[in-house]
């Protein structure tokens, strides 16, 4: 488990500079700077069509200080292979960090391909998956990671029908030596986590998949973006936990929440959002099953 | 699970104040078109929106894919499960999908492509204009085929062309692609849906054997080069393959299968250009100088002319509407009257290219006015290059 980390930990040095054009309280964006503090400036970044193109800057002037390959939508892992491959030509794959960072359709839609061969071979890379549950980029359509019920402007009737991906045991099916869930509302910890997945270079590929939530897509207001993903992990809809070489372990903040009389209510996350306001009680009752699943079944791996 | 949708038809009778994203999903729909396989991408993610939201209206079904490569693949599926069928995509995105587009032609699977394209190559110009897909269009997928492409140039164009599109493919069995481009797509304008009786839908050719009493043969091909086309349900036991292959389907791999099917597949569409091709022309009747123009630049290049008419210059235009297969009598018999022939497009010269060739040994010279995405031309700009040559 990865080590509790204090704010004074954080390195000041800002890897992506103020004025990005990014939306505000853009959760994503606040994952991003930690990454990149954890990280630090010998990273190289591989990032698909995604809002990550639009933060590398859109006129002229990027505000990020690290080298970045800005590459087609259905192959960030492939190109971040492209990388580790030639930095070992340049005897640099100690010291360098390649980063993968995609939304969720170029890591559970489009790029899951490239993803799983990367995988696979065990590239020398760390893949995130920043998570905004839907295609925002381009408007709000679905995902493969959108949750049940959520409306987006390709599921404009009822909502999506079904469940999103449980994209990090489909990694773990892969053999990883690392995979982590985060959620960009516990800054800290998502700092600690790619710390530790920078630590275990020389082991693979090592997978982060970091729920941020985002305010016009999930509508709701901009003051709230914290709230919102602290209330994804308090209400147990999105764990947060860590595989350690086949070995599962919760996280601080959702250790307690085994307990199912600790998780808050359910209904205090998804009422401030409007993409769930067509939520029918059967819906939510749906919902309310995931949540109750997803636990039993961490429930089987974890020492409690 | 699904609410009940209210009783709401798929052609639309009455005014719209619209875009062309919207006009060409309603033109798609007046069409027959019950299946739409997509993928989100700018500047064409309002087609797969409103289809999202109009498809389960009509009885038919919308599912978004995980990417173009799935896209393309369902929509030749839902053809041969007898559905109208068709996508939306971008320029990035019809590059993933022209594999698939190949399959489609090898297979004879009618289906609607639609392209709104922007700036290339690559990212490019996600949410500005281009017109550089043109000759993808052409070539986009390997091998020798013949395809239909065709270009609108206002919303209610996107209408008219996405029902002439899907009788196209149904017609001659092959994948036609709708090339709009991110203004036309994005502009509202006025938009006439007609009456259903004033809507004419063309269906593919059925077989006349009857299923399961002897061999049927899926691609024996009726005197004009096309065979009918059972699908999946009907009892028949049909075989489709991308391989080379025969009038039973079956995988043939040798030269002359070869040279046999893809004749055909050209000549269904080169000996049908009369029916396919389609231009419109403006004051060509006297003009020494003519403008060949199509999509949102004709429209400028119209601008143009009539600015080149106010000076005395006796200019014209010709606006392609089809723009594969090409329009190469038309322009050969332009180019033996006009003096200069200008080509208006938002590419690197990929139709001034085409018009040369057809223009070859003519009297008029070819130049291209050219603009490479991002922005679309101005009438007044169009007559300033114009006067350099004249």
Redesign the interface.
């Known amino acids: 488990m990865v080590k509790s980390v204090k704010i004074m930990d954080i390195p000041e040095e800002e890897m992506i500079l103020p004025g990005t054009r990014l939306c505000p309280s853009c959760a994503p964006q606040l994952a991003y700077r930690f990454i990149l503090k954890a990280l630090g400036p010998k990273t190289i970044v591989a990032v698909p069509a995604s809002c990550m193109t639009v933060v590398h800057g859109m006129q002229g002037a990027t505000p990020v200080k690290v080298p970045v390959l800005n590459t087609t939508f259905e192959t960030v892992a492939a190109s971040a292979s492209g990388i580790v491959a030639s930095l070992k030509n340049l005897g640099k794959d100690k010291e360098v960090t390649v980063l993968a960072i995609a939304g969720d359709g170029g890591t559970v839609d489009i790029g899951i391909q490239g993803l799983s061969g990367a995988a696979e071979r065990h590239t020398d890379m760390i893949f995130c998956c920043y998570d905004n549950e839907a295609y925002m980029n381009t408007g709000i359509q679905r995902s493969g990671s959108t949750p049940f019920g959520a409306i987006t402007t390709t599921t404009p009737i009822d909502g999506k029908l079904e469940h999103k991906k449980n994209m990090a045991m489909i990694m773990e099916a892969h053999g990883l030596s690392y995979i982590a869930t985060a959620c960009a509302s516990y800054p800290l910890d998502l700092y600690a986590k790619f710390v530790k997945a920078k630590e275990m270079k020389g082991e693979g590929l090592r997978y982060i998949h970091v729920l941020a939530p985002c305010p016009p897509g999930w509508g709701f207001d901009n003051k709230l973006a914290i709230e919102i993903g602290r209330l994804a992990v308090k209400t147990g809809f999105w764990p947060m936990f860590e595989i350690i070489r086949g070995k599962m372990e919760l996280s601080k903040e959702s250790r307690r929440l085994i307990d199912p009389t600790k998780r808050k209510p359910l209904e205090e996350y998804l009422q401030p959002q409007r993409r769930f306001r067509k939520l029918s009680p059967e819906q939510k009752q749906e919902l309310e099953n995931y949540v109750a699943d997803t636990w039993n079944t961490i429930a089987k791996r974890v020492d409690v | 699970?699904?609410?009940k949708?209210e009783e709401i038809p798929d052609i639309l009778t009455g005014e719209y104040f619209t875009t062309g994203n919207l006009a060409v999903a309603e033109g798609s729909l007046a069409a027959g078109c019950k299946y739409f396989g997509g993928?989100?991408?700018?500047p064409s993610?309002?087609v797969?929106?409103h289809m999202?939201?109009r498809l389960?209206q009509v009885g038919g079904h919308?599912v978004?894919?995980?990417?173009?490569l799935a896209s393309i693949a369902s929509v030749l599926g839902a053809s041969w499960g007898g559905w109208k069928s068709c996508t939306a995509t971008s320029g990035?995105g019809y590059s993933?999908m022209v594999e698939n587009i190949g399959l489609g032609v090898m297979m004879e699977t009618p289906c609607v492509i639609v392209n709104v394209q922007r700036g290339g190559p690559?990212?490019g110009l996600p949410t500005l204009v281009g017109q550089q897909d043109v000759q993808q269009a052409r070539w986009g997928s390997h091998g020798d085929y013949e395809i239909i492409a065709l270009s609108p140039n206002s919303v209610q164009e996107c209408f008219d062309l996405a029902i002439d599109a899907f009788n196209y493919a149904e017609k001659y069995r092959v994948p036609v692609t709708i090339l709009m481009d991110e203004t036309i797509g994005h502009m509202s304008e006025r938009l006439v849906i007609p009456k259903r009786s004033q809507v004419k839908r063309l269906n593919r050719k059925k077989p006349s054997d009857k299923p399961g009493q002897q061999i049927h043969l899926p691609y024996e091909a009726d005197k004009d080069l096309i065979p009918p086309m059972a699908v999946a349900g009907e009892g028949y036991r049909t075989i489709t393959t991308g391989l080379t292959h025969d009038a039973r389907g079956y995988p043939v791999i040798n030269a002359s299968a070869q040279k046999k099917i893809v004749k055909r597949l050209c000549n269904k569409i080169l000996l049908n250009k009369n029916d396919i091709i389609k231009f419109e022309e403006y004051l060509l009747e006297d003009a020494e100088y003519v403008l060949i123009s199509f999509g949102i630049s004709s429209r400028a290049a119209k601008g143009a002319v009539n600015l080149a008419r106010n000076k005395g210059i006796k200019a014209g235009l010709l606006r392609l509407i089809t723009i594969w297969p090409f329009a190469d009598e038309a322009i050969q018999e332009m180019a033996k009257k006009a003096k200069v022939i200008f080509v208006v497009e938002i590419n690197n010269g990929q139709i001034t290219r085409e018009v040369q060739r057809a223009a070859a040994k003519q009297k008029a010279d070819v130049y291209g006015i050219l603009k490479l995405g991002g922005s679309i031309h101005t009438p007044a700009e169009i007559l300033k290059e114009m006067e350099e040559k004249i």
């Open positions: 699970m699904s609410k949708t993928y989100p991408i700018t993610s309002e797969a929106e999202a939201e389960p919308f978004q894919f995980e990417d173009e990035p993933l690559s990212t």
